[in-house]
């Protein structure tokens, strides 16, 4: 999974019993799905998941809660997210004989998955700030700073502040 440029995500029918070794997110939109599929959000995971091996081990609790979503995100700008992960949907299904794991070895991805997928970037880039972002480590140092700029009100208002 560390040699992945996305971790592979899917939408589920309701009949799905899913073990605790799955992650599910009820509800989940087109909008949730891109971002999750996003460049953005594999930034934070390379950041802030536990390995096992060298392999992600993705966490609810760390990873997914601690994820900072977009701000105000305008209706146009949600549309353009729903509308490139679409796109990647179907990529996905034009090659019903490919795995997950298969369509998304970076080795053999297919040329169409990839470019949905910058398109995708792009698109969820934009729900975070104007101009793009040239680098993870940009990414990276945007996330915390807003992860910051979203949990220092929580700290403060606890007390726990003081006490640090």
């Known amino acids: 999974s560390e040699r992945r440029r996305y971790i592979p995500l899917g939408f589920m029918s309701p009949d799905i019993i899913a073990s605790n070794l799955v992650l599910l ?3 989940a ?3 949730h799905f891109g971002v999750l599929s996003s460049a953005m959000h594999m930034a934070w995971v390379r950041q802030v998941a536990g390995r ?4 992600y081990r993705y966490s609810a609790k760390l990873v997914y809660n601690n994820f900072p979503w977009p701000e105000s995100v305008t ?7 729903e509308q490139v992960t679409q796109k990647v949907l179907d990529v996905r299904a034009a090659c019903p004989e490919a795995s997950l794991a298969d369509l998304y070895d970076p080795l053999s991805m297919p040329t169409d998955l990839v470019k949905a997928h910058a398109a995708l970037d792009r698109a969820v880039d934009r729900c975070y700030r104007a101009h793009p972002f040239t680098s993870e480590r940009q990414r ?18 606890s007390g726990t502040a003081s006490k640090l």
């Open 140 to 157: 990276v140092e945007f996330l915390f700073a807003l992860y910051e700029k979203l949990t220092t009100p929580l700290i403060a208002a």
């Open 52 to 55: 096992l091996e060298s392999r």
């Open 25 to 27: 997110v009820p509800g």
């Open 29 to 31: 939109k087109l909008y």
């Open 75 to 81: 209706p146009a700008k949600r549309r353009a997210v």
